[in-house]
């Protein structure tokens, strides 16, 4: 178990794309002997589209994107309510959804997504994501090792997602601007008291980079100095942690 939760640790280090994100998880996910597994992080904004990696077929993912179908789903929905892991099921409190959500899972069902257990992300950055195991039938098997190792699905899930967070995402919306996912970690590392050169040791980069970096946010942000814009991102961290 160690020695797969560490390649996992690994592999999110070196992913660069959302294919190498699905490499990891899906060599992690085989390693535990679980099917099929997908990661959904809700937008910021309704109208935009979330974020999907999945091992799910490519043709329920696309029809569940094109339906909206993040809207109504009741396993997000649950997962909005809840930090804690849960299972579920198609046979699972039929009474309670409505007949799209119905529709919804009736739908997976025909994909081989029958039963599954989804980890909540609630992490106080941004929208809530979930990432799910899923399988086409109910097991003795599955259910006994989600249950029993479900702290250690959320240890994965967490990682998978702040990971994903942070390379990934394209902008960051900090003290009412936008900055580039390179500028806001070159500027979290000078507030830490990291010089450009031990920066750019760091994140691999060169240090005339890391300050090509730390200027764009200056100048984005209106400030003069490093440290004004450091002290400026401690503010906003604490107002998230309030």
């Known amino acids: 178990m160690h020695r797969i939760f560490q390649n996992f640790i690994d592999l999110l280090a070196s992913a660069d794309s959302a294919v190498d994100f699905a490499q990891a998880m899906t060599v992690a996910a085989t ?17 935009s589209k979330p974020r999907l990696i999945s091992t799910y077929p490519e043709k329920w993912t696309s029809h569940y994107l094109r339906s909206r179908y993040e809207l109504v789903d009741p396993v997000i929905i649950q997962a909005l309510q809840t930090a804690e892991p849960f299972q579920w099921g198609i046979d699972i409190q039929p009474n309670r959804r409505s007949a799209v959500q119905q529709q919804l899972l009736d739908e997976a069902a025909e994909f081989g997504i029958r039963v599954g257990f989804t980890v909540p992300i ?18 003795h098997a599955f259910e006994i090792f989600t249950h029993t190792q479900s702290r250690l699905l959320q240890l994965m899930a967490m ?38 050169w031990e920066i750019g040791c760091i994140l691999g980069i060169s240090r005339n980079t890391v300050a090509y970096y730390l200027e764009n ?23 998230k942690q309030n």
């Not at 106080?124 to 399988?135: D, E, I, N, Q, S």
């Not at 998978?160 to 590392?189: D, I, M, N, Q, Y």
Request: aromatic fraction near 8%; hydrophobic fraction near 45%; proline fraction near 3%.
């Open 31 to 47: 390693g535990l002997e679980l099917s099929c597994f997908a990661y959904l992080a809700l937008p910021s904004e309704v109208q």
């Open 122 to 139: 609630h992490d106080g950055h941004g929208p809530v994501a979930a990432l799910t195991f899923a399988a086409a039938k109910h097991s």
């Open 159 to 196: 990682y998978f997602h702040a990971h994903v967070r942070r390379k990934l995402t394209s902008e960051h919306r900090f003290a009412g601007v936008l900055l580039s996912p390179r500028e806001l970690e070159c500027l979290e590392w000078a507030s830490q008291g990291k010089s450009a």
């Open 217 to 239: 946010a200056k100048e984005k942000l209106g400030v003069r100095t490093v440290v004004q814009a450091a002290t400026l991102l401690a503010a906003a961290s604490k107002r």
